[in-house]
């Protein structure tokens, strides 16, 4: 079928009501948790090929994380959509003013390869429970995962969710459609392009994108559990994760300690021989292992396979490509530091990050970083589960992005508040009208 007559259709559905009702978004929520669960081990064999996920790698951070999202919607949904009660002002006496969430319409969602199928589903599950039809265009670089998007979300009819496949050529001819809004999850690259596009039309959109997420430890760091915790975080997925550490500063006197935990770390996690174990996922394709084996010498790989070792890359020169580029694979660049007024003052001259991680015990330090740099999230003393919980927002901020979403923030995300105001007919102030000769004299009364 046409984009258009797609998008058309959605429209057209939006507009007869049926989706704003509670009866219908927690409908679908059931149908999809259904057929997400009817086509789980689908979906866990589509992951498995397109990213060598191990089963419980993939439900932890794809699969698990979805339920999840649709359980707190469904549970939560009620008591959002009711309307809320504002105040007013003292010039609004016996006035009444409310807001409502409102769902946008159609709402396209462009999705990204690494976590294929969260990244897709999360969003898809907010603009679906805040009221709206949803048109999907998951990444041609997971091919498996996303025909099986395609192939199990076809069991809705298209005027309420609909699956695009297709590259950046289909993606372009779908913005020019009028959808209402548009969730993009990718690179800071393609962000940008998207942006442009969307301005055309005015439509509202939200920008997941990646970057440089830094690490910091701290002399007084629980250093054993931080180097496990940055292992996990780290070479999850092969690395590439957005809010992965992408690079670390560590300070000098528990540099080398840091250092040694992190290798015990990754053999503990990983085994002797990572490129061997089943645990450890690969890189996406040819192109992304040739770009990660140009940033350094004497990485442990398989090209049959695509596997690559986990990396420590000591004090690369920060003008190199690995330290200007987003690294979203399995080397960790690590330096030391001295002074923690040089590692802020190097964060904040960069793009803002989506992630920050602090590993110490020391609150004072804490409240140090957290006041002087801005990121998307910060997590202290753990990596990646800042992401895990429904109760926090996640998005960027500046080159990381604009907007956010999980649990409620997706409700507040893909819902228009609109503010409603009803005055009352039994009082009417005239000093308001042109024709009164006190309004001048109120009106300074009031507000001066
Ligand atoms: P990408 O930007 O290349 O592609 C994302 C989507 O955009 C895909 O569906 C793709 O088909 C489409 N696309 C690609 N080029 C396009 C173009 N020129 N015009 C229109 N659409 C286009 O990103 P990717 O390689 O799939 O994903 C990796 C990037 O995504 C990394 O930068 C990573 O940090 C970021 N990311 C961010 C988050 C987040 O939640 N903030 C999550 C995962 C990944």
Known sequence: MEYSEI??????????????????????LRLLEGLLKKNEAHFLEALEADLGKSADEAFMTEIGIVYEEIRFMKRHLKKWMKAKSVKTAMTHLASKAWTIHEPYGAVLVISPWNYPYQLALTPLIGAIASGNTVVLKPSELAPKTSDMLFQVLSKFREEIIAVVLGDALQTTKLLQEPFDYCFFTGSSRVGKLIMGQVAEQLMP????LGGKSPLIVSKDADLKLAAKRVAFGKWLNAGQTCIAPDYAFVDQQVYDQFKQELIIAIRELYGENPLENKNYGRIVNQAHFKRLRSYVDGIQMDEQTLKMAPFLLENPDPDSSVMQEEIFGPILPLYSYQNLEDVLR?????????????FTKNRELERKVLFETSSGSVCVNDTLMQISTPYLPFGGVGASGMGSYHGYQSFETFSHQKSVLRQPNWLDFGFRYPSSKWRGKILRLIFK
């Not at 959109?205 to 997941?208: A, K, N």
């Not at 190097?346 to 602090?358: D, T």
């Open 346 to 358: 190097f964060i904040k001259e960069r793009p803002k990050p989506l992630a920050l991680y602090l």
């Open 205 to 208: 959109v939200t920008l997941e």
């Open 7 to 28: 998008v058309r259709r959605q429209k057209e559905y939006f507009a007869g009501n049926a989706t704003k009702t509670l009866e219908h978004r927690l409908e679908t």
